[in-house]
Every structure is written in structure tokens, then in C-alpha cells.
């Protein structure tokens, strides 16, 4: 079958087939006056499955074949059965599809998610998710896969007040997975101009901007920073937490760097960032190198070159963020996540005065109004104590 129709992507097969879930939402709105509707609809549900496992449409024959595979006599639910029959015949709905709603069970998907190289499985995880969010979402809404029911479920999200980051990530996922789509050979025939013009329409949809006001996560300062390295026993946890709240790695990056990538005699670190496929030079500062001096005097590197050897998020996670990065949050009573770290170190360079480009280049920012981010809560946390009081 075309995997568009009406130069959309079709998202499921039977149009004379109506999906459980949408005809619960409709009747549950002619409910609204009635008691018990909890009891109304099971009862729906009941039947809308019995005409499904039984190849049966909507139909008094129907109806009496599930009042005796119940064994149902009560006249008084027969009424609440009857109530749902005539829902039916009243809207003329015979067939019934029943369709589990997550899990990526479109093949697309299940191909899509098969054969990308994603960075981690955290990564992966997230893509799926998100992916499987906007085809609920069109099944729901009983629409095709578009540039413009993209850009209305982006919308909703606004509406719903989901965080920009959020919106960036969906947004994200899905321009991942229409790349994909247009790479694969044995689908690009079935997709014609119009149809491939609106994927590329998607792909030049540009994320959505972190509102000027907005602030990161709650960072260290200089203070707090030397005092939760102070605390930290464990030298592979703090070679670790210091790769971030001085380089400002993130944590994927962490977890990836090799022996390889430093050179301690020009104090200096090849990083592989986000979404790049070439690695930036920044910075080794002295405060992280005598860190990491002495865990390579204690540790042996293996083969593989990884400094950590082959530490997933969640182990990183276990060392840092549970071991010492949640006490330390619980003892002074703030928030911090492993990505706080990182934002400290954006911060803690912009409280000592160091050149944004500098700044933007050593976090390798690829959007400058990110850096900016960090600039302007520095600006307002000294505005009221450095403007005159009397002019």
C-alpha cells in the first residue's frame, strides 16, 4: 500500500474501521449527564472487543451473541448495552479497530530506530518516545503525518505550556526520523513531489527559542563548587564531577572521552559534542589536570582508551549524582542535576569576567543566544547591587 494518502503519511490502513479510543471519546461525551459512566463505557468497551474478536459488526445479531457469551440478564445492563447499540446505529459505526497505542509498533518506527546510530541508549530511548508521542497523537486526531499537523502539535505544546526544551526535543526526534524516511531507497519511489517537498518543509523547521528570561537549572557557585569537590571522596567521581564543572563537558561526553583526547603538556581536550561529527579543542583547566594526574597514576586505561572505561549515564549517574550531587542538593536545600554541573561552569566563567566568545567556544554552544542565557542572569543577579542609588 502507498505509505501517503492525500499527500500525507498514512498512519493506519481501514478507514471504515473506527479505533476504540476514539469512539470511548465521543461517547463518553454524550455520557456526560448520565450516572455511572464508568460502568457505560466498560460495558462499550466489552462489546466494541467481542465484535472485533468475533469479525462481527455492530449489530442486534451482535448483541445478542455478547448478552449470552455474558451471561448477561439484568435488564438494567441490557438498558446500559442498548444505550451504546443505538450510539452506534445513530452514527453510523459498524466496525471496530483496536490499536495499542505506544511502543512503536509502526514499522517505520521499528525500522527507523533499528538501524540509526544513536549516541546512547538514553538518547535512543527518548527519540522513541517522542516519535511514538506524535503518531499517537495523529491516530488520535485521526490525521496524517505533515508539515502541518507537525507544526499544530508543536503548537498544542506551547498552549499546554511545555518547556521550549521539551518542544526542541520532539521537534528534533521527529526532523530525525523524516531524514531517515527520505533516505530509504525502497520507500523514495512511493513519495512524489508534493509529498517530498512537505518532508523537506519539515526538515527547515527551526527550534524554537529559549525565551530571554528563561535561566538554566540552578548552578554552583565558586563557593559551592570547591566545597562539593571537597566532599567527594571517590577520585573517579571527582575527576568526573570536575570535567564538568570546569570544562563544562556533558555527561555523554564525559562518558566517552579517551586518553587520546588530552594533552596534559598543552592543557588541552578534543570533545566530540552534541550533534557533531568533528571534536572541538578546548581548555583542560589546572584544576581538573591535577585531578586527573593522579587518577591516571592510580588507574589503568584499557584498550578500548576510554579514561572510565565503558561507564554508561546510568553508572555515571550512580557515582555522582546519587553518591554526591543529591546529598549536596539536600544539604543546601536547591535542585542539581549531572547538567547543573555544566551550567556552573558557564556561569562560574561569566561571574570571572571571561570573553563570551570564549565562553560560547570552550561549552561549544552552536547558537550564541545560548551563552547569552548565562550572561544576562549575571547582569540581573548584579543589577540592583552595582546601579547607583541616587543618580
Known amino acids: 500500500m502507498d505509505i501517503f494518502q492525500n499527500n500525507h503519511l498514512v498512519i493506519h490502513q481501514n478507514k471504515h474501521k473506527y479505533l476504540v479510543s476514539e469512539v470511548l471519546d465521543s461517547y463518553k461525551k454524550e455520557l456526560s449527564s448520565k ?4 460502568k457505560y463505557t466498560c460495558y462499550a468497551k466489552a462489546l466494541m472487543m467481542f465484535c472485533i474478536e468475533h469479525n462481527l459488526s455492530m449489530s442486534p445479531i ?4 455478547f448478552l449470552a457469551h455474558r451471561n448477561i440478564l439484568s435488564s438494567s445492563l441490557k438498558s446500559i448495552i442498548n444505550h451504546f447499540v443505538k450510539f452506534c446505529s445513530k452514527n453510523q459505526i459498524e466496525y471496530f479497530l483496536y490499536k495499542k497505542l505506544f511502543k512503536g509498533e509502526h514499522p517505520f518506527i521499528l525500522r527507523f530506530i533499528a538501524q540509526t ?12 518516545n ?8 495523529l491516530i488520535e486526531e485521526n490525521k496524517g503525518f505533515s508539515y502541518g499537523t507537525l507544526k499544530d ?8 505550556k511545555l518547556s521550549v526544551f521539551t518542544l526542541n526535543i520532539k521537534l528534533a526526534s521527529i526532523k530525525s526520523f523524516v531524514s531517515w ?4 531507497n525502497d520507500l523514495i519511489s512511493e513519495i512524489n513531489d508534493i509529498q517530498m517537498k512537505d518532508l523537506a518543509n519539515i526538515l527547515k523547521m527551526k527550534s524554537f527559542k529559549i525565551p530571554k528570561e528563561t535561566y538554566h537549572k540552578e548552578s554552583l557557585n565558586i563557593k559551592e563548587r570547591d566545597e562539593l569537590l571537597a566532599k567527594t571522596d571517590e577520585l573517579k567521581s571527582k575527576l568526573a564531577i570536575s570535567l564538568q564543572v570546569f570544562e563544562g563537558l556533558r555527561a555523554f561526553e564525559v562518558c566517552a572521552i579517551e586518553l587520546k583526547h588530552i594533552d596534559l603538556e598543552n592543557n588541552t581536550i578534543l570533545v566530540k559534542g552534541k550533534g557533531r561529527y568533528v571534536a572541538d579543542k578546548i581548555r583542560l583547566f589546572e584544576n581538573t589536570k591535577e585531578v586527573l594526574v593522579e587518577y591516571l597514576s592510580k588507574n589503568t586505561i584499557g584498550s ?13 549517574y550512580k557515582i555522582v549524582d546519587k553518591a554526591y550531587l543529591k546529598p549536596f542538593a539536600k544539604e543546601k536545600k536547591t535542585k542539581l542535576s549531572l547538567h547543573s554541573l555544566r551550567h556552573s561552569a558557564a556561569q562560574i566563567m561569566v561571574e570571572k569576567g571571561i570573553d563570551k ?27 540592583l547591587e552595582e546601579i547607583p542609588k541616587r543618580l
Open 130 to 137: 517522542h516519535i511514538n508521542a506524535f503518531f499517537r497523537h
Open 35 to 38: 450516572k455511572q459512566t464508568i
Open 62 to 65: 451482535a448483541l445478542n451473541q
Open 181 to 184: 524516511l527520505i533516505d530509504q
Open 357 to 383: 566568545d570564549y565562553i560560547q567556544k570552550q561549552l561549544r554552544h552552536t547558537d550564541y543566544q545560548t551563552t547569552q542565557i548565562y550572561i544576562k542572569k549575571q547582569v540581573d543577579k548584579l543589577f
Open 117 to 128: 546510530d544513536f549516541k546512547n541508549v538514553n538518547t535512543k530511548k527518548t527519540y522513541l
Open 153 to 160: 502539535y508543536l503548537q498544542e505544546g506551547l498552549v499546554r
Open 304 to 316: 578500548d582508551g576510554l579514561i572510565f572505561g565503558k561507564m554508561s549515564y546510568h553508572k555515571l
